[in-house]
């Protein structure tokens, strides 16, 4: 019996009707899951032959040639050591821009330093004791004027007249300005006097009589030779 005239057997019953307006909403929806599912099972073929054609592409890429099980044994070995030379590669970038932040830190911090060393060249000053003093307000420093007429200011206001003016940076001020405010040099002393040598002699002054070298020396002889007299005869 097909299925029209089971429908119209089923009509014919005692409220038949309300029984057969059901089963045919039930098969309608069943006509609706069925046309679903046959257009999702299209997608998926359309897709499978999709991926077949790019897996065979990249195993072409790859030298690996063969069906398509062959592909994809002989493809999964090379994909992974693609895969870790990707991520070597990887960790290798993320250490070169760590270098390189680094490296364009210190350029920065040269560059900074070297502004701050013609700056306080510019002004007078110790740049180190600039950098320090003012390394957050670098903004505000600007230099005017060519050659030695340059006049570094502070804001609106000469870095010297700026720096005493302010009571939070006076403090400063010598440190700042080493060759300004040191002290002058003091004078020499003066040399000290050389003490008068008394002449050799006696103490009144009066030299000792020289003694004779001949009459010593025939003493000496007298005492040397046996039998001689002490007498000095």
């Known amino acids: 019996m097909k299925f029209s005239e089971a429908l119209a057997a089923i009509k014919a019953l005692e409220n038949g009707t309300e029984l057969a307006s059901a089963i045919e909403g039930e098969v309608e929806g069943l006509k609706t899951k069925n046309y679903e599912i046959i257009g999702e099972k299209r997608n998926a073929t359309g897709k499978v032959t999709a991926y077949e054609a790019a897996l065979t592409a990249i195993a072409k890429a790859l030298g690996i040639e ?43 911090t040269f560059e900074r330093k070297a502004k701050f060393s013609d700056i306080a060249t510019a002004a007078g000053a110790n740049a180190a004791v600039l950098e320090r003093l003012l390394g957050d307000k670098f903004d505000q420093l600007k230099v005017e004027g060519e050659g030695e007429q340059r006049v570094v200011k502070f804001g609106d206001k000469p870095l010297k007249e700026a720096i005493a003016s302010d009571e939070s940076l006076k403090p400063f001020e010598a440190a700042l300005f080493p060759a300004t405010s040191a002290s002058p040099s003091p004078s020499p002393s003066p040399a000290p006097k050389t003490s008068q040598k008394l002449p050799s002699g006696s103490p009144n002054g009066t030299t000792p009589a020289t003694k004779n070298p001949v009459a010593a020396t025939v003493t000496k002889m007298k005492f040397a030779v046996p039998g001689a007299s002490n007498t000095g005869k």
């Open 66 to 108: 063969g069906d398509l099980e062959s592909i994809l044994s002989d493809t999964e070995g090379k994909v992974k050591a693609i895969a870790t030379e990707v991520a070597t590669l990887k960790t290798d970038k993320t250490a070169l821009e760590t270098r390189t932040t680094e490296a364009e830190g210190k350029v920065k």
